[in-house]
């Protein structure tokens, strides 16, 4: 792990770390948590070290670790739940398929200390999606055929009595979903868009065909001004409305020549997309 300044001078480095014992490598970012920079190693089952690793920012230096016995590809989330910032992860055994459930947890950590607060069963396979939060809810996805949850957080301790739904059918999910009023919007990795109601796991989109042409994706939802984005393999781009009811805006293609695996990132009214070959900026006129 490395750190840089904004003219590109190195400030630090880890090379302490270990080696991914991982046919696949990694795939979760670091989070900056106050002085924190908080790094998820893992997937090194069942060789290597899984740890969720939290460095002072200046110097690079351990604060706190928090060693795991199973690993994933998600990038943790930093929440406020009742007042109190919470890291969430989820994380499981490679067992998909597996009936039960109990392979897995979704859980929530301090971000100060590394301290465990609370866990629910019902993971059971590789996370590659991050977890989510709105509404007093946490989501977590597995993927691979893999499960999700949600659950009701405030409690401390084994917390899955309070989980809300598990949903009765698996499905290979990459990138992130997002929630937004009361909804959670995805779409698996062969491109069928999803809506589950937050409370009750309800699904309120029945895609029968899959939108655009059909590619895959292993890009991340991105809300913004009520609409949804997500960058498909292929470098097209679907928007959705941000609603229960099904609704395709838009699609749009970058050209047969552009592929990608990336997500779209959005800052001050401008659409970054990363591709194989090129990064793409696109913004109204100016």
């Not at 989070?31 to 924190?36: C, S």
């Not at 465990?116 to 597995?142: F, R, T």
């Not at 292929?234 to 928007?239: H, I, S």
Request: with cysteine; aromatic share 10%.
């Amino acid at each position: 792990m490395y750190c840089f300044d904004l003219d590109g001078e190195e400030l630090w480095k880890r090379i302490d770390l270990g080696r991914w014992e991982h046919a696949f490598g990694n795939g979760s970012s670091p989070l900056l948590y106050g002085d924190l920079a908080i790094l998820w190693c893992g997937p090194n089952d069942p060789k290597g070290r899984n740890v969720l690793l939290a460095m002072n920012k200046k110097t690079g230096e351990t604060v706190w670790e928090q060693n795991q016995s199973y690993g994933s590809r998600s990038t943790p989330l930093i929440t406020k739940v009742n007042e109190q910032d919470q890291l969430i992860l989820g994380y499981s055994k490679d067992v998909k398929g597996q009936p039960d459930n109990k392979s897995g947890f979704l859980y929530g950590f301090d971000p100060k200390t590394g301290k465990e607060i609370w866990k629910c069963q019902g993971l059971n396979s590789y996370c590659y999606a991050s977890p989510l939060y709105a509404d007093g809810v946490a989501v977590g996805m597995a993927g691979y055929g893999g499960s999700a949850l949600a659950v009701k957080l405030g409690g401390t301790g084994d917390i899955t009595s309070d989980r809300l739904w598990l949903p009765p059918k698996n499905f290979q999910r990459v990138g992130s979903g997002v929630v937004v009023n009361g909804h959670v919007y995805i779409v698996d990795e062969n491109g069928v868009p999803r809506c589950y109601n937050l409370q009750t796991g309800d699904e309120q989109w029945k895609v029968e065909k899959r939108p655009g042409s059909g590619a895959s994706t292993w890009g991340s939802m991105v809300h913004a001004d009520g609409r949804l984005y997500v960058l498909m393999r292929n470098g097209e781009t679907l928007v959705f409305a941000a609603n229960p009811r099904y609704e395709l805006l838009a699609i749009n293609a970058l050209g047969s020549s552009e592929s990608t695996n990336s997500s779209l990132a959005i800052s001050n009214n401008e659409i970054f997309i990363r591709t194989f070959k090129h990064l793409w900026c696109i913004s109204g006129k100016k």
